[in-house]
């Protein structure tokens, strides 16, 4: 089983415990290290300090009572004979215990290897062969050995001292003791710890996944639990509820969209039906070209409504269009000339253009946009529509303005809904469909742009279409 595969709550505490184990494990060798070189620094002091008062307490009769047990020293005479000391050492004096030292000064450190020793030797003996150790020396006159009896006489002695780590060891052992035991159970105790803090931080998250699994496409009104804690997880719980109302709202405007879709094609369709069915019931007394015009018109609309459902959906379905390069100017232009032809008589479309501007997006959506606002315009204007192309700053302005009736403050934004029409523009020989406004703020938003209808205009309406201007280079 791979890591990936594993709860988050068995991951966290297998990574907890791995760290902590790493970091126990570093601080226990710290922790021996330290004890054992402060252990080894205080037996070399307090061995230098025996030296000294060895020396300084020797008669030739002993030492005091309390370095009788002390097995780590022996005094020599100069011919490297034994005088006093522990019987342990007696097996390594002279040699390696004794090194010529020359010019001894008051105290000299050095370090000396034991080699090994007979069996019969003291168990001490046979403990400190095969080891490295530090060995003090001092050299002070003092009785020597006497001989056939006679008065010890006064000579320069050496006394070696070797200092051994098994105090340090022994201190370190308890230690490990300790540790040995101890490390495990921290180990263990913040693996659980981990546990059930993950578990107790997760909670929450196993209550957002149950309510998603209780919301379905049908009913998107459920919302996720948001903790009381100002935590990751409330605020995930936060942006998944934000993310279901953006989702509901989607859902129930494309339910919307698609209930409005059926009507505005069922009724051209029924419309179509039925002067189709009354024709063929009586042909006789049917004007057959005014049915031919009338179904006509009505396949036209079908096919205007289709075109432009597709046209929605291909721009609710793509993100920004292609960038390409594209002259207002002659758009413009080409728009108010397409407008012309189609508009009543009574009402003239004028154009007004300056300087060269540019954008950059899909010359063919921008075209459709221009035509909607026209088409708009023409269809509610009773003598005059005008577009302009300006630019301001970084910004293009597009402007589509007719003389009609205008639009009433409350309306400003509903007319951009999908299939939205005013009371006054509900009929269907004028051969709007409804989308027109909408399609065109969709563009403009595809663009980078807005699209919105300037309440100061008086009369009629006044359309302004804000596309980011071409940077010049």
Partial sequence: MTSSRLPIRLRAALAAALAAALAFSAGAWWLRH???????????????????TIESRYSGRGVPSYFQDHETWVIVDPEGRLVAGAPELTPFVPDPLCPSLPNTPPVARTTVHLGPVADSAPPGS?????????????????????????????VTLTLHLLVTPWEAEQAVADVDRVLYGGIPAAVLLVALIVWA??????????????????ITARDLSLRVPVPPRRDEIARLAATTNDTL?????????????TADASHELRTP????????EVAL????????????????????????????????????NHGAPPAQRVELNALAHNAATRARRHAPAAVRVDSRTGEDIAVHGDARQLERLLRNLLDNAVRHARSSVTLTVGARGSAVLLEVRDDGMGVPPEEHERIFERFARLDSSRTRDDGGTGLGLAIAREIAHRHGGTLRLDGTASPGARFIAELPRESSR
Wanted: charged share 25%; aromatic share 6%; hydrophobic share 40%.
């Fill in 34 to 52: 330290e004890l054992y070189a402060s252990k080894l620094a205080a037996a070399l002091n307090q061995a230098e300090a025996d030296l000294n």
């Fill in 126 to 154: 046979r403990r400190l062969a095969g080891h490295d150790f530090t060995l003090f020396t001092g050299s002070f006159e003092g009785p020597g050995q006497a001989d056939d009896g006679g008065p010890a006489p006064t």
């Fill in 197 to 214: 803090t993950t578990a107790r931080a997760l909670r929450p998250v196993e209550g957002i996944q149950q309510r998603l699994r209780a």
């Fill in 245 to 257: 109302d953006r989702l509901e709202q989607a859902v129930e405007q494309q339910r919307r969209f």
């Fill in 269 to 276: 369709l029924a419309a179509l039906r039925a002067d189709l």
């Fill in 281 to 316: 019931h009586y042909p006789d007394h049917t004007d057959w070209p005014s049915v031919v015009r009338d179904t006509l018109a009505d396949a036209e609309r079908l096919q205007q409504l289709t075109e432009d459902l597709l046209l929605l959906a291909g721009l609710d």
